[in-house]
């Protein structure tokens, strides 16, 4: 529901766009009562907006001519609201845009009235985002800034690419279709031609770029956010199923974030399903979660988590660690091979 404030500064744009309009064309536009409307002149006179009204049949209301709105009218919370914004992405993708969003700020607070700075000054203080992994450092920053243009001119691009756990490099054209931040990494989410599918690919995993000459046309049902899987590298993505017993179906409800779906059941346990393309990286998370929650499938996965599981185990065992130690101490008195055993006793 729109608020007052961003129902006045329609109604000045309005007046600005065609001038003499009447108050039920005004009302229609705003989707507000006449009588409404005709508060809302009120308001703006008393903020000091020139507004005249024409009587008449073919009458209505008007700017004084050579009005025009400030460039910048922020609501405290519109204010507050841009500003933050700007210093996440600043955050999010560094030199890419950390320049552009400082130069925003700045531009906007030149033009606020002090009230409203005071408001970015709390809120700086006190409204506080954490959490946000810092950026990659080892990202190039000529190849991220060759990567979004890329994206935003639709050309095609030739990459160097080092997948993931791989020594060697593989040359790959693609058609970028968007960049993602996620967890303090940079995507590009692109058609591999290669592969001859969506395929995301890590932007420091990029060791050389070179723009072609070609253009592409990205698909108009394109959905970043359905596509994207950072964990994709040329296998399909399987689904994780993870099941929750009552007495631990908080913790899922906790991790929201980790989950691509969350089912709860009469009982209150809790099913919750994500998707991967990669064993070891789903293991990293499933583990985080056991033995609290069950793994359901796929069964490859669930067999990499058992021997896992094993191996820590076993890594732990009290009886094998004694054997170790006792092996040490044995090591450490054993006589030497230029010493008699009796030396010892003297």
Known sequence: MASTATRLIHLIMALQ?????????????????????????????DMGVPIYAERGTHGGYSLVRGYRMPPLMFSAEEAVAVCLGAEMVARAWGK??????????????????????????????????????????????DTLQMVYSAVHEHTRLEIVYRGRGQLNTERRTIDPYA??????????????????????????????????????????????????????????????????????ALIAKDHPCCWDSLMEHDDGAVTVTFKSADLSMAACRVMGFLPGARLESPPELITLVRDKARAIAAS????????????????VNAPSAKEPAYAKHY
């Open 96 to 141: 890419l845009f950390r320049p552009s969003a400082q130069s925003a700020v700045t531009k906007i607070a030149n033009v606020l009235p002090e009230t409203q700075l005071a408001d970015i000054n709390w809120a700086r203080e006190s409204l506080l985002t954490r959490g946000m992994p810092r950026i990659n450092p080892s990202v190039d920053e």
């Open 17 to 45: 766009r065609q001038p003499n309009l009447p108050a039920s064309k005004l009302a229609e536009e705003l989707e507000v009562s006449v009588r409404t409307v005709q508060r809302y002149i009120g308001m703006l006179e």
């Open 316 to 331: 732990y065992d009290t009886t094998n660690m004694d054997n170790e130690i006792k092996s040490d101490e044995l090591a």
């Open 179 to 248: 960049l993602v931040y996620s967890w303090g990494q940079q995507y590009c989410l692109a058609f591999c031609h290669l592969r001859g599918a969506l395929r995301s690919f890590r932007v420091d995993r990029i060791e050389a770029v070179k723009t072609l000459p070609e253009t592409f046309v990205r698909p108009a049902d394109f959905d970043a956010d359905e596509h994207f899987n950072p964990n994709a590298l040329d296998a399909d993505p399987f689904v994780v199923v993870l099941f929750f017993p009552p007495s631990h």
